[in-house]
C-alpha cells in the first residue's frame, strides 16, 4: 500500500500557484517595457490610410490649434474612380455599329396576302462605299424574308437589300443607304484569340426591346467543331469551326458581334447549345474565317466553292457486314466515304470514279467520313488538281481530280 502525505502535496500546490504568478507578472513588465521602448519608431510610420491613387495618402480634414498642434477632425477618405473602363471603352468602339436585322416575310390567309414581322436579330456594319453601307449578319436570321429592315442604334428603321447568303457558314451580307450609318466596325484577329480572354457580345437579345445589349464573359475554347444539320432531316450536313464564349447569348444576338477588349469584332455570334441542362456556351464564326466568305457574298452574291460531281454516303453510316460482302473491303479498313453516285462530265466522272469506290483519302488526308472530306475539299479553291485515294473491289488505287464550279456537290 502506498503512503500518502497530505502536508507534503498541499505545499506542492501552493508552489506551483506562486509560480504561476511570479510568470505572469514578469511577462507583464516585459512586455511594458516593449511598448514603451517601441513608441518613438512607431512614431516614424504613418498609418493613414491610401486611396485608390497609389502612394497618395487620401485627404484628412485637420486643425490647427493656437498652440500649433494638429488636431484630427476625423479621417475622411477620397476615392477616385474611373467608369471609363477598358469594357466601357470597347463598348464605345463598337455598339453603334451593332444593328437590329428585322426579317419581314409575306403570309397569305384567306386568299390576302400581308407582311409579318418573323423575327429579328442582329448584325454588324463594317464597311461604307460608293454611298452604302454593309452589313454582316447570319444566314438564318434573313432566310426566308421578303423584306429586310435594319434599325439603326439611334433607332431609326431603313430599308435594306440582301446581296447575298450561304447556307454552310450560316452568313450573309446587306446593305442600306450609308447616309444615317455613324458608326463601323474593325474586325481583328480570331487566330490570336486564346482561352480565358475577355469578350464582350452586342446584340438584341429577345428583339429590339433589349437592343444593344452588352453581356460580358471570356472565351471558353477556341476551334470547337460543330456538326451541323443544315436541311432538318436528321442527318448531320456540315461542321463547322467555332469560338466557344460564356458571354450570354440569346435569341436575337444572332449576327452581332463579339468583341476584344481593344473594341475590334473578333467573330460573330451565331447560336448557342440550348438544353435545360446547359448554361454558358454560346458560339461565335471566327472573323478570320467569315472574311473569305463575305467576300465572296460582296462580288457574286454566292460562295465560290469546288465541286467534285459525286453523291457520297459516309462508310459508318451503313452495316458493317456489307462493308466486306458488297465492297469487298479489307478487314483493317474502318472509314471512309462511298461513292454513291456520278454525275456526267463531272470532274469525278473524268477522273474515273465510279459507283461503289470507297474514298479513304484525299489530297493526301486521310477521310472517314462525310464532313472530313467536304472540310478538305473546301481548303482548296477551283482548278486545284486533288490526288484521291480509293478502293475498288478491294484494290487501293489513285486518280488525279481537278476541281471545278460546277454546282453539284
Not at 436575337?252 to 448554361?279: F, H, R, T
Not at 454566292?302 to 473491303?329: C, F, H, T
Amino acid at each position: 500500500m502506498g503512503y500518502y502525505d497530505q502536508d507534503y502535496e498541499n505545499k506542492q500546490q501552493k508552489g506551483n500557484r506562486g509560480g504561476a504568478l511570479l510568470a505572469g507578472m514578469l511577462g507583464a513588465i516585459l512586455g511594458a517595457l516593449i511598448i514603451v521602448f517601441s513608441l518613438p519608431a512607431l512614431a516614424n510610420f504613418d498609418f493613414l490610410p491610401y486611396d485608390l491613387n497609389i502612394g497618395s495618402k487620401s485627404a484628412v480634414d485637420e486643425e490647427e490649434t493656437a498652440d500649433g498642434n494638429v488636431q484630427n477632425q476625423g479621417d475622411i477618405k477620397t476615392i477616385n474612380v474611373d467608369v471609363n473602363t477598358a469594357v466601357t471603352k470597347a463598348v464605345d468602339e463598337v455598339s453603334d455599329a451593332v444593328v437590329g436585322v428585322v426579317n419581314i416575310q409575306e403570309v397569305s390567309f384567306w386568299n390576302q396576302t400581308q407582311t409579318n414581322q418573323a423575327g429579328t436579330g442582329s448584325g454588324v456594319v463594317y464597311k461604307t462605299k460608293g454611298g452604302q453601307a454593309f452589313i454582316v449578319t447570319n444566314h438564318h436570321v434573313v432566310e426566308g424574308a421578303s423584306e429586310i429592315e435594319v434599325v439603326l442604334s439611334d433607332g431609326t428603321h431603313v430599308p435594306a437589300t440582301l446581296v447575298g447568303s450561304d447556307l454552310f457558314t450560316d452568313l450573309a451580307v446587306l446593305t442600306i443607304d450609308a447616309k444615317n450609318v455613324s458608326k463601323v466596325a474593325e474586325f481583328g484577329n480570331s487566330d490570336k484569340v486564346k482561352a480565358g480572354e475577355p469578350v464582350l457580345a452586342i446584340g438584341n437579345p429577345l428583339g429590339l426591346q433589349f437592343a444593344g445589349s452588352v453581356t460580358q464573359g471570356i472565351i471558353s475554347g477556341v476551334e470547337r467543331a460543330i456538326k451541323v444539320d443544315l436541311d432538318q432531316d436528321g442527318t448531320v450536313d456540315w461542321q463547322t469551326e467555332v469560338l466557344q464564349t460564356d458571354a450570354a447569348i440569346n435569341p436575337g444576338n444572332s449576327g452581332g458581334a463579339l468583341v476584344n477588349l481593344d473594341g475590334k469584332v473578333i467573330g460573330i455570334n451565331s447560336m448557342k447549345i440550348a438544353q435545360s441542362a446547359v448554361e454558358g456556351i454560346g458560339l461565335a464564326i471566327p472573323i478570320n474565317d467569315a472574311i473569305p466568305i463575305i467576300s465572296d457574298l460582296e462580288q457574286y452574291g454566292e460562295v465560290k466553292r469546288p465541286y467534285m460531281g459525286v453523291s457520297l454516303q459516309s462508310l459508318g453510316d451503313i452495316p458493317s457486314y456489307y462493308w466486306k460482302e458488297a465492297l469487298n473491303l479489307p478487314d483493317d479498313i474502318k472509314g471512309g466515304v462511298i461513292v454513291m453516285g456520278v454525275s456526267p462530265a463531272s470532274p469525278a466522272s473524268r477522273a474515273g470514279l465510279q459507283e461503289k469506290d470507297v474514298i479513304v483519302e484525299f489530297a493526301g488526308e486521310q477521310v472517314s467520313n462525310i464532313l472530313e472530306l467536304r472540310k478538305e475539299l473546301y481548303n482548296h479553291e477551283i482548278g486545284d488538281s486533288i490526288t484521291i485515294k480509293f478502293y475498288r473491289n478491294g484494290q487501293l488505287q489513285s486518280t488525279t481530280l481537278q476541281l471545278s464550279e460546277e454546282r453539284t456537290f
